[in-house]
């Protein structure tokens, strides 16, 4: 199966601050998520985004399938971004979603 | 309004006494997962249906089954939890097949203590 990186493992931000995660994926995928998971543990998704740019708010993807990789931008981070932050994808042509290593953001006031 | 809901939120069982997760969705979702993921890791997928072929990775132990009865509903077995075990399960729907793209929606958990 595929093997998802992401980088960096753990990030402190002052809030108002911007950020930039980078998720690397060892083969092609067809279908590239991002996900954000409070400390509560409930994973919600932010991007379908398997390539191109999208922007929802003060988080935008982009997605450079050629390369294999992703990035994920946070602006004007605020202390409700906290948590940990996972892309996931699947082969192309298999099902199982694999989840990267993950992201912890802790931003403070 | 929730979509995938899980029950119970937290659950404490002893050592090899068979506890039973659910899940519901009210999304009329053709696949739904379970995923198990431990302290500081990410979630790692442990079968899921599509409607109701059952699909069962590789390394998942046999200690842990599912049943899904209907489209709504969805539940995991594990028949003798050990102290390994402990951790928060996850359920998940999706449309249709991921690899078509198809966003994938959590329920928020099922934390499991073992004792």
């Known amino acids: 199966g595929i093997q998802v990186e992401q980088s960096p493992p753990d990030l402190i931000l002052q809030e108002g601050a911007n950020s930039t995660l980078r998720c690397n994926f060892s083969?092609?995928?067809?279908?590239l998520q991002w996900f954000h998971q409070n400390p509560w543990g409930q994973l919600i998704n932010l991007f379908y985004?398997?390539?191109g740019t999208k922007q929802n708010g003060r988080l935008s993807a982009t997605t450079v399938a050629t390369e294999r990789y992703s990035l994920l931008y946070i602006s004007s981070s605020q202390t409700t971004d906290s948590g940990v932050y996972f892309c996931?994808?699947?082969?192309?042509?298999?099902?199982?979603?694999?989840f990267g290593t993950g992201t912890k953001l802790q931003v403070i006031p | 309004d929730a979509m995938v809901i899980q029950n119970p939120r937290y659950q404490v069982t002893q050592f090899g006494k068979p506890v039973t997760l659910s899940c519901s969705q009210t999304?009329?979702?053709?696949?739904m997962y379970w995923y198990q993921q431990k302290s500081s890791q990410a979630p790692k997928l442990l079968f899921h249906?599509?409607?109701?072929?059952?699909?069962n990775e590789a390394d998942t132990p046999d200690n842990f089954q599912s049943r899904r009865p209907n489209t709504s509903f969805c539940f995991l077995d594990i028949r003798s939890p050990g102290l390994g075990d402990a951790a928060m399960y996850l359920c998940?729907?999706?449309?249709?097949?991921?690899?078509?793209?198809?966003?994938?929606?959590f329920g928020e958990g099922s934390w499991l203590t073992v004792v």
């Open positions: 998940a729907t999706s449309r249709g097949q991921v690899f078509s793209g198809n966003t994938i929606y």
């Open positions: 083969d092609s995928v067809n279908n």
């Open positions: 985004i398997p390539s």
């Open positions: 996931a994808g699947s082969g192309r042509g298999y099902q199982k979603v694999t």
């Open positions: 999304l009329n979702h053709n696949v």
């Open positions: 249906y599509y409607d109701k072929d059952f699909n």
